[in-house]
C-alpha cells in the first residue's frame, strides 16, 4: 500500500495524451495506470486522493492554484476566431479591438476562460453558453449569435483541417 503522505508514490494516472503520459513514465520510471473520468472530475478526483496525478489541459487559474500543483507540460494560446465577413473581425487587428460595447464575445459558461474574458475585454458584451468545458463555440459563431469566441490553437490544433476544399 502506497503512504498516503507521499501521494506522488502511488502508481495512478488520469488518461492523458501520449505525449506527456509517456514523458512522466520515462522521467518517474514508474508504471502507470490509466483511471478514466470525465473532464469535469478532473481536479476533484486528484483531491479526494483516488489518484495521484492527472495530465489535463486544464488553465490555471488563481482559484484552482489553492488546490492544485500545476506543472506545465505544453504551452497555450488563446486566440479568437469569428467569420471573415463580419465587420468586426474584419476590422480587428489585435485582441484590444474586441474590447468594445459593440463587439459579442461568446465563451464557455463557468470556465476559467470565461473569467479570463471578463479581465481582459471588460467592454465587450459577452454571452455564456452552456456547452461542455472541452466545446468550442462554433456554433454560436456561424449562426452569428456571437462575433467572435476564443479558442486555444495549440489544444484545437488537431481539428483543423489542413487539406483545401472546393467551394460549393
Known amino acids: 500500500m502506497a503512504d498516503p503522505s507521499r501521494p506522488w508514490k502511488r502508481r495512478t494516472l488520469l488518461r492523458a495524451r501520449v505525449g506527456p503520459r509517456r514523458a512522466v513514465r520515462a522521467t518517474t520510471r514508474v508504471r502507470l495506470e ?82 479570463w474574458l471578463m479581465k481582459r475585454l471588460p467592454n465587450a458584451a459577452k454571452i455564456g453558453l452552456k456547452l461542455a468545458p472541452t466545446d468550442v463555440p462554433v456554433n454560436a459563431v456561424i449562426t452569428r449569435r456571437v462575433d467572435v469566441a476564443p479558442i486555444d490553437i495549440i489544444n484545437t490544433s488537431s481539428l483543423v483541417s489542413h487539406e483545401e476544399y472546393p467551394a460549393s
Open 34 to 115: 490509466t483511471v478514466p473520468v470525465r473532464f469535469e472530475d478532473k481536479v476533484s478526483i486528484v483531491m479526494s486522493r483516488r489518484v495521484d496525478m492527472t495530465i489535463a489541459p486544464l488553465l490555471d487559474t488563481l482559484d484552482r492554484r489553492k488546490d492544485v500543483d500545476f506543472v506545465d507540460y505544453s504551452t497555450s494560446a488563446q486566440c479568437f476566431f469569428g467569420l471573415a465577413d463580419n465587420a468586426v473581425v474584419s476590422l480587428a487587428t489585435r485582441v484590444d479591438d474586441l474590447n468594445q460595447p459593440n463587439v459579442t464575445v461568446g465563451y464557455v459558461a463557468g470556465s476559467p476562460q470565461g473569467a
